[in-house]
């Protein structure tokens, strides 16, 4: 039995006292409720609205889950990502909002028309490409994963909001023969034994950790990307907080040129990437600055 209250303001009391912050207490009471997830104006005018015994078991549950560090978006299911809901379970990586930054860079260095052709490497729930196909409809996107779970995830998203990206399964670019005008990836970058992995047990562990030093994948992509890219196509890759200059690095040495690093909101360098088959070019590190 629930040692709270049976209405809504007590509820949101609890699990403050419980541990959870104003967003996620009112998220998960929302959830209980049936109600759409953004709607706490609801909660604020109907603090004294009932809560059954049912809805108050569940409650009960999901804080305690969330307690156990499981993430927000596995418990009610959804996670907003770029303007888009997105259904996502532990079968994909809860998506970051530090993802948005590779979005806004795609949408910033490739021209509206002609058709660009862009292919998202990992895809996961299918975050990245469905947020290019929601902005650039005329684009053809595709997006590639290794899991048929994640793929599952990814082509019901793509059903549910009705964008059109091909998804495929498959390692990284094997045999993938292009060529595209760009490939955008968060690939896992996490080193095998960082600390912080401890944190993160119930999302998957292989669209997590990359090798002893987290680059393993990063430097698969890298290597195989020019001959998949177009003429001048552009390669963007999410990163850790202490990897952009290994990245930059790893482009540099395979070809791309100027390589440039992107800072997500809280100002750490979270992206980096460049451009194929340019002769000459300047490293330019930290453009936005």
Same mark, same amino acid.
């Given at each position: 039995?629930?040692?709270f209250?049976?209405?809504?303001?007590?509820?949101l009391?609890?699990?403050?006292?419980?541990?959870?912050? +104003?967003?996620?207490?009112?998220?998960?009471?929302?959830?209980?409720?049936?109600? %759409? =997830? #953004?709607?706490?104006?609801?909660?604020?005018? #109907?603090?004294?609205?009932?809560?059954?015994?049912?809805?108050?078991?569940?409650?009960?549950?999901? *804080?305690?889950?969330?307690? @156990?560090?499981?993430?927000?978006?596995?418990?009610?299911?959804?996670?907003?990502?770029y303007?888009?809901?997105?259904?996502?379970?532990?079968? *994909?990586?809860?998506?970051?909002?530090d993802?948005?930054?590779?979005?806004d860079?795609?949408?910033?260095?490739?021209?509206?028309? %002609?058709? !660009?052709?862009?292919?998202?490497?990992?895809?996961?729930?299918?975050?990245?490409?469905?947020?290019? !196909?929601?902005?650039?409809?005329?684009?053809?996107?595709?997006?590639?994963?290794?899991?048929?779970?994640?793929?599952?995830?990814a082509?019901? /998203?793509?059903?549910?909001?009705?964008?059109? *990206?091909? $998804?495929?399964? &498959?390692?990284?670019?094997?045999?993938f023969?292009?060529?595209?005008?760009?490939?955008?990836? /968060?690939?896992?970058?996490?080193?095998?034994?960082? %600390?912080?992995l401890?944190? =993160?047990?119930?999302?998957?562990?292989?669209?997590?950790?990359?090798?002893?030093?987290?680059?393993?994948d990063? +430097?698969?992509? *890298?290597?195989?990307?020019?001959?998949?890219?177009?003429?001048?196509?552009? =390669? =963007?890759?999410?990163?850790?907080?202490? !990897?952009?200059? @290994?990245?930059?690095?790893?482009?540099?040495?395979? &070809? $791309?040129?100027?390589? !440039?690093?992107?800072?997500?909101?809280?100002?750490?360098?979270?992206?980096? &990437?460049?451009?194929?088959g340019?002769?000459? &070019?300047?490293?330019?590190? /930290?453009? /936005?600055?």
């Amino acid at each position: 039995m629930a040692d709270f209250a049976p209405t809504v303001r007590a509820a949101l009391d609890w699990a403050r006292q419980r541990g959870l912050d +104003r967003t996620e207490a009112q998220t998960l009471v929302l959830h209980a409720l049936g109600k %759409p =997830l #953004h709607a706490s104006a609801w909660l604020l005018a #109907h603090g004294d609205a009932p809560l059954d015994g049912t809805t108050q078991d569940q409650l009960t549950a999901w *804080v305690a889950r969330r307690l @156990a560090s499981e993430p927000l978006a596995y418990i009610t299911g959804r996670k907003a990502f770029y303007g888009l809901e997105l259904a996502v379970d532990a079968r *994909v990586l809860d998506p970051r909002a530090d993802t948005e930054t590779l979005v806004d860079w795609a949408l910033e260095v490739l021209p509206e028309a %002609p058709i !660009q052709r862009v292919l998202d490497l990992g895809t996961g729930s299918g975050a990245i490409a469905l947020a290019l !196909q929601q902005a650039r409809p005329h684009w053809q996107i595709q997006a590639i994963d290794r899991s048929a779970d994640a793929l599952s995830v990814a082509r019901e /998203n793509a059903r549910r909001l009705q964008l059109p *990206v091909r $998804f495929h399964e &498959g390692s990284w670019l094997t045999g993938f023969a292009g060529p595209v005008d760009a490939i955008v990836s /968060n690939p896992p970058y996490i080193a095998a034994a960082d %600390p912080h992995l401890a944190a =993160l047990t119930h999302e998957p562990l292989d669209a997590l950790a990359s090798g002893a030093d987290g680059l393993d994948d990063l +430097r698969q992509i *890298v290597a195989a990307a020019g001959p998949c890219l177009a003429p001048r196509g552009w =390669l =963007l890759l999410e990163h850790g907080h202490d !990897q952009a200059a @290994a990245v930059r690095a790893l482009l540099q040495d395979a &070809g $791309f040129t100027p390589v !440039q690093s992107r800072r997500d909101l809280a100002g750490i360098e979270r992206c980096s &990437g460049g451009q194929y088959g340019i002769a000459t &070019g300047t490293v330019a590190v /930290n453009p /936005n600055d």
